[in-house]
T-cell receptor, first 111, second 118 residues
Framework: SQQGEEDPQALSIQEGENATMNCSYK?????LQWYRQNSGRGLVHLIL?????REKHSGRLRVTLDTSKKSSSLLITASRAADTASYFC???????????FGKGTMLLVSP | GAVVSQHPSRVICKSGTSVKIECRSL??????MFWYRQFPKQSLMLMAT?????????EQGVEKDKFLINHASLTLSTLTVTSAHPEDSSFYIC??????????????FGPGTRLLVL
């Protein structure tokens, strides 16, 4: 079964609004990573949050991690049309190359 | 479901030798495959986009003469690490894009190849 499950599967918002995507997982992790993928392109790493961290920021991105609930969220503030992409979470179980990806959330930001 | 395989799963080689890693889509055709590398406890780093029938597109900072990519068929892409050195030791992962009904694209990842250069 899927280790990382993103929710929602698709999200459509207007420019300027905030977008929140969630990721749930089943087993203990070493770290959780968020990636972005534009159509036809490879994954681009956004943020890595370790199991002992609760929140991380990078520009307009904010990631939270709740290990008790085995969930993480990615918040994109003041979204732009250029943020339109698929967003994936991936969990690293052992700290070395056991990434398991979810199916992703497709974000559409309309001008 | 769709499966992507990689071969070998792990390889140990001497410094200066070349290593070829294969990425196969087993039950679908993939015009686009991606190659990533991952260091311990780090994120995936996109190395290149492999396009069937054309030259690969490399990300900034990735040496194309060092990491040769060939996508000779719709089910096979190969990554050759030429004149490997210890700093090339890493986990190499490929992914393949399957285009389904309605043009919906789904990405499937291979299990990865662990390279250790002595």
């Amino acid at each position: 079964s899927q280790q990382g499950e993103e929710d929602p599967q698709a999200l459509s918002i207007q420019e300027g609004e905030n977008a929140t995507m969630n990721c749930s997982y089943k087993t203990s992790i070493n770290n959780l990573q968020w990636y972005r993928q534009n159509s036809g392109r490879g994954l681009v790493h956004l943020i890595l949050i370790r199991s002992n961290e609760r929140e991380k920021h990078s520009g307009r991105l904010r990631v939270t991690l709740d290990t008790s609930k085995k969930s993480s969220s990615l918040l994109i503030t003041a979204s732009r049309a250029a943020d339109t992409a698929s967003y994936f979470c991936a969990t690293d179980l052992s700290g070395y190359s056991t990434l398991t990806f979810g199916k992703g959330t497709m974000l559409l930001v309309s001008p | 479901g769709a499966v992507v395989s990689q071969h070998p799963s792990r390889v140990i080689c001497k410094s200066g030798t070349s290593v070829k890693i294969e990425c196969r889509s087993l039950d679908f055709q993939a015009t686009t495959m991606f190659w990533y590398r991952q260091f311990p406890k780090q994120s995936l780093m996109l190395m290149a986009t492999s396009n069937e029938g054309s030259k690969a597109t490399y990300e900034q900072g990735v040496e194309k003469d060092k990491f040769l990519i060939n996508h000779a068929s719709l089910t096979l892409s190969t990554l050759t690490v030429t004149s490997a050195h210890p700093e090339d030791s890493s986990f190499y992962i490929c992914s393949a894009i399957m285009t389904g009904d309605g043009g919906i694209e789904t990405q499937y990842f291979g299990p990865g190849t662990r390279l250790l250069v002595l």
